[in-house]
């Protein structure tokens, strides 16, 4: 089969859908992120994707896509692969630094403008709820109607997603179906997706006619990339899972040796019947 389209998930493509286009931006911002009527963004300005430090030594970040409106909040947007802690501990650090960025020499706080994070993850890690869009602000431990206002984080687990999970916002419904139901095996676009202006443009971007070869060089080594990074998670859970079961089972020998031991059993049926070692069996009867 001849592939026809890409996958805008792929760095390069998301890039390239998202990266010069601002009402595609923009409509994409609208429908992600918990945006009022009155908050929604009309114009935007893109800005260098590279984050600077204001001090030397600083670390130097690059985000996927970054802008500023016309009443100057921030908003940054990410399409990361595989969730990991790290990633969440870089968005916060992200954002932060966006937010300080903003103070002049002279200036007042309360100039200072939101900056919103919207991060696509194309995994799972809300495990425990069927949720799949998680919003998150500065609010009080006890009264979440008291916020500080300033951070605000969003983050969608594509693979949960499904259309009839959202009944309300079309706009969200269709940008989430592009991000999901288009990749190198889609042969027919659905009809709902061409007929929005914005996420139609968005699809002729994808098709492989369009690329160089030098970038679809580039598009097969980042599917490759995140195929090694996957293997060696995988690698990493089964290795934490095996040691952590070893870790439990000889605890649980030792404690068995332990009451072994209190009850008078002599050391030798004690490590015939729990496999601990002589030197185990010494620091027990230290402890006694």
């Not at 809300?126 to 869009?133: E, L, R, V």
């Not at 070893?246 to 031991?261: A, F, P, T």
Request: charged share 30%; proline share 4%; with cysteine.
């Amino acid at each position: 089969m001849i592939m026809k389209y890409l996958d805008p998930k792929a760095d390069l493509t998301f890039k390239k859908i998202f990266g010069n286009h601002p009402k595609r931006l923009i409509s994409l911002l609208n429908a992600l992120l918990p945006l009022s009527e009155e908050e929604q963004i009309h114009k935007i300005k893109y800005l260098p994707t590279e984050l600077v430090p204001q001090l030397e030594g600083g670390k130097n970040t690059i985000v996927d896509v970054l802008c500023t409106d016309v009443r100057g909040r921030k908003f940054c947007v990410e399409m990361q692969m595989e969730w990991s802690d790290a990633f969440q501990q870089r968005v916060l650090f992200n954002a932060s630094k966006l937010y300080v960025s903003q103070a002049k020499k002279g200036g007042k706080y309360s100039e200072l403008q939101p900056v919103y994070s919207l991060n696509l993850i194309n995994d799972i890690f809300a495990h425990d709820t069927p949720d799949f869009i998680h919003n998150y602000r500065i609010v009080h431990d006890k009264d979440s109607n008291k916020v500080i206002e300033g951070l605000h984080f969003t983050f969608i687990e594509l693979p949960k997603f499904t259309p009839h999970s959202i009944a309300d916002k079309r706009m969200m419904v269709l940008w989430l179906r592009f991000l999901t139901e288009i990749n190198s095996n889609t042969k027919e676009i659905p009809t709902d997706l061409l007929n929005d202006p914005e996420i139609g443009k968005a699809v002729e971007e994808l098709e492989i006619s369009g690329f160089s070869d030098a970038e679809l060089r580039a598009y097969d080594k980042f599917w490759d990339s995140v195929s090694v990074e996957r293997t060696l998670i995988d690698d990493s859970y089964q290795k934490g899972m095996e040691k952590g079961r070893e870790e439990g089972m000889n605890q649980r020998s030792l404690e068995i040796g332990r009451k072994m031991l209190a009850n008078g059993m002599d050391e030798a049926s004690v490590m015939d019947m729990t496999g601990l070692t002589a030197e185990e069996i010494k620091l027990l009867k230290a402890e006694m």
